[in-house]
């Protein structure tokens, strides 16, 4: 599988492709399933066509296909093989935000079926709607090049959608029991440091409990409760190649809850690489996202503060969080991949920059004392 370089030129370079075959070990009875579709599958959607697959090669988690029926193409999305963390990659849930928030939020793909039967694919999974569009990664896609300031249209209409997600009222898309708001964030940082603990790496764990307990003591009381999609960012979005300015999808919706809607802005700004960024504290962002022009960390907060009415004067804690917690996922992914549960070769090398994670999360704790 293609792998973006570390010196990436967004305007220039190659984007990834973001479909190809299937990769080695992640097969599925496809057979089996085709099957299955054919008798569940609402009626409108003509599964009379012969079935193909390949995959979206990019994610990093859960195991995400393009299935067709002729020319009817949809996603179909199940967790990753071998053990998983405790309420990770919960494809019921997924589908019970799928199969009814799209009436509600536009930008969310609709749900058809879900399928607790493991006989069928060897774990959950869920059928949705296939979009279309262009996903960002590190690299400009080519039919969106022509754009003026696109870097900083995209960012933007990002922050904008995130906006106005967090204004759907969870009620009014039957979504009103999806979690307990109340004790939301320290739940959160509870259960991130247990999940930590299950596959810590020695070498980081003093550093990242002297972070736990600062993130703890310094807890913000939260504003206002929302729906919660708990991992937005550039690559979970697809927009339209034709107007920067317009979100057409968000994806990976198996996290969704109710709770503080400034944990997405927090895990907004940990994906988002800023001007000022030292090289010793630099994230996840995918390489080439410095170069595309984005705006500052510091603009996304003010225009998401301006949309929201939300005080962002916190955002710093926020950043911290999801700093943090990125890093168990980092490591989370290398163990599964050191212990045979994940064949995808990116899983090798991913945890080599928890020491760089941690020095972000120390950063932002440092910026949000001066709060």
Known sequence: METIPADVDPFRDKALPELDAVRSGEELDWEGIAEYLRRKLPSEIDTSGSFRVLQFPNGSANLTYMIAFGTRELGLRRPP?????????????????????????????????????????????????????????????????????????????????????????????????????????????????????????????????????????????????????????????????????????????????LGDPLIDLGTLLNYWPDPEDDSSIVGLANPGMERMGLSSRREVVARYGELSGIDVSHADWYAAFARWKTATVVQQLHHRWAVGDSTDERMATVAEGIGRLIAGAEMFLTANKGS
Not at 127 to 145: A, K
């Open 81 to 257: 093989f071998g053990s998983l963390a405790p309420g990770a990659h919960d494809m019921r849930r997924e589908y019970k935000v799928l199969s009814t928030l799209w009436r509600q939020f536009e930008l969310a793909p609709r749900a058809y079926v879900f399928c607790d039967d493991h006989a069928v694919a060897g774990a959950d999974f869920l059928v949705m709607e296939r979009c279309r569009g262009e996903v960002v990664r590190g690299v400009i896609p080519p039919t969106m090049r022509r754009h003026a300031n696109v870097g900083k249209r995209i960012g933007f209409a990002l922050v904008d959608a995130m906006a106005r997600f967090h204004r759907v009222g969870p009620g009014g898309s039957r979504l009103e029991d999806l979690g307990r708001p109340e004790g939301f964030v320290l739940r959160q940082l509870q259960g991130w440091k247990k999940r930590w603990d299950l596959v810590a790496d020695a070498r980081y764990t003093a550093p990242m409990t002297v972070i736990f307990d600062e993130l703890v003591a310094t807890l913000p009381s939260p504003q206002r409760v929302s729906l919660v999609h708990n991992d937005l960012k550039l690559d979970n979005c697809m927009f339209d190649p034709d107007n920067p300015d317009r979100v057409v999808a968000i994806f990976d919706w198996d996290m969704t809850t």
